[in-house]
């Protein structure tokens, strides 16, 4: 029942990882750049979180209202007056910038609210389980966290798929020239992903700043997880990386149970594992 | 007849290189103008120059009495320029359907819907659901034809829709002209068959080495002035 528990617990922190990483396939899917900052920039979620729900008196869920908006925000502007600039034939440029950018937030982050971890408060949602069998319950919030990640898949999924954004979305990513031939703005266009993938972010910012601590040097770290999980799902399929996700926190969870200190090794061994078998990952987008 | 683009003293590069030299062509309101020429000769560059395709001087093109040379191709679609470009370019994680409604959907408005298009080629509408990919040659170069339309364009370019397709599928697509431009939309194509083009067309220029080496009447034009302005003997 232990590990049946330990499982349990994986697959729901699964729906983190593919909340970090279903921003991160978003931005690649449409302009084949890599965010290296992406990371950097779910922890400055949760800083912003910290200082709304402080300032506001808001709950951290609340607080999304106020948060994710701003995020986009930041996302858009981000894309079309810095890293519009990078993006050419040469994959260089924007992995420069990121990752200039993730060292900068970074740095920020730990200038203004110091290397003390911190913490959201959620109140009494936050030890609250549901009783399964006597010997196996679930929490609450890794619950809600999980659902959230599959409603905000689903829906990236259906705008992706069933809506006029969705097509500029897909096109530009067919060909960023031809597409302004039918009056779609490409910079535009990027600026929309950018800002899509910030408001992702910014839930996830949200669920990991409720979860456990946080400081300002854990980005890194929610990068190497969010592409771990977009690899092992298969590049260009949103389920996929939910799929990814799961499987990570599940190595992770079998990891930490046989030893504590196995946890985060046990993930990336996954990762490899799914990596030299089948390289193209579980999902990978289906090919005309 | 009222011009609706004229273009004047049009140089154009591809960095150091020269594709154009002042070339001047208009083309009236609801005309239907040809340009051939060889490989090379600088047809596609015009139609891309005009498009917003390749950066231009501002006042070498004007399109319903504004200068628009160097605009951005986005927003010359919205005022009414629409390229069928050369080798089709569909997009092709979009279905048929999806790539006639991207078309449509940052355009202007006008008569030109999904309904109209499928009427004018009826076989889109069967594979409306089908990856574009999947599509023959003709099909596919219908719905490049189909894409530009749903923009509902005053001014509809075409670059070479017959490469490449057998003659019967080229015919097919020649004899739906008068109802693409039934409703006074101005058509410029650009073609290496020289006979389809003259055929379709009331006015033609030719091109060589990124000059204008001719401008005539399509019906008055006889075959030895185009071969001279054509191979230049």
Request: overall charge neutral.
């Amino acid at each position: 029942m232990d590990w049946l528990n330990s499982i349990l617990q994986g697959v729901l922190v699964g729906g983190l990882y593919a909340m970090f990483a279903a921003g991160l396939s978003l931005i690649f899917g449409v302009m084949r750049l890599v965010n290296i900052a992406h990371g950097d920039l779910v922890v400055l979620a949760a800083y912003l979180a910290l200082v709304v729900t402080q300032a506001l008196g808001m709950g951290p869920l609340a607080s999304l209202l106020v948060i994710a908006p701003l995020m986009a925000a930041i996302g858009y502007g981000l894309q079309r007056w810095l890293l519009n600039r990078t993006l050419g034939d040469d994959l260089l440029p924007p992995l420069l910038v990121t990752f200039g950018l993730s060292v900068i937030i970074q740095n920020g982050l730990l200038e203004i609210f110091s290397p003390d971890s911190r913490k959201l408060q959620a109140g009494a949602i936050e030890t609250a389980t549901i009783p399964l069998t006597p010997d196996l319950s679930i929490g609450v919030l890794p619950l809600v966290q999980f659902l959230v990640a599959v409603v905000m898949i689903g829906a990236l999924q259906a705008l992706f798929y069933r809506t006029a954004w969705g097509r500029a979305f897909r096109a530009t990513s067919d060909d960023q020239s031809t597409v302004q031939l039918v009056g779609v703005d490409n910079r535009h266009v990027f600026g929309l992903a950018m800002g899509l993938s910030l408001a992702v972010v910014s839930v996830a910012g949200v669920f990991l700043a409720v979860r456990a601590n946080f400081d300002p040097s854990m980005g890194p770290a929610r990068l190497i997880f969010g592409f771990e999980a977009v690899i092992i799902g298969g590049l260009g399929n949103l389920w996929g990386t939910l799929a990814g996700g799961v499987v990570l926190g599940v190595a992770q969870a079998i990891g930490a149970k046989i030893d504590p200190g196995w946890q985060l090794l046990a993930g990336h061994l996954a990762f490899l594992m799914v990596l030299a078998v089948r390289p193209e990952g579980f999902f990978p987008r289906v090919q005309a | 007849m009222r011009d609706l683009l004229t273009i004047c003293g049009l140089d154009a590069f591809y960095g150091d290189f020269q594709a154009l030299f002042d070339v001047s062509l208009r083309v009236g309101e609801g005309e239907v103008v040809a340009i051939v020429g060889s490989n090379g000769a600088g047809k596609s560059t015009l139609l891309k120059s005009i498009a917003g395709q390749i950066a231009t001087r501002r006042d070498a093109i004007s399109f319903d009495d504004a200068p628009i040379g160097g605009e951005r191709t986005h927003v010359l679609l919205k005022r009414g320029i629409s390229l069928v470009p050369e080798g089709r370019r569909l997009f092709p994680s979009l279905s048929v359907e999806e790539n006639l409604l991207i078309g449509g959907e940052h355009g202007r408005k006008g008569p030109w819907t999904l309904a109209r298009v499928y009427d004018l080629f009826p076989v889109l509408a069967e594979r409306r659901n089908q990856r574009s990919t999947s599509l023959s040659g003709g099909q596919q170069q219908m719905v490049a034809i189909g894409r530009a339309l749903m923009s509902n364009p005053r001014l509809l370019l075409c670059d070479e829709i017959s490469l490449g397709l057998a003659p019967i599928v080229v015919r097919e697509i020649y004899e739906r002209l008068p109802q693409i431009i039934g409703d006074g939309m101005s058509l410029v194509i650009v073609e290496q068959d020289i006979l389809q083009a003259l055929a379709a067309s009331a006015r033609v220029y030719c091109l060589q080495e990124g000059r204008v080496t001719l401008e005539g009447d399509s019906r008055s034009v006889s075959r030895e002035t185009i071969a001279a302005a054509y191979f230049g003997v």
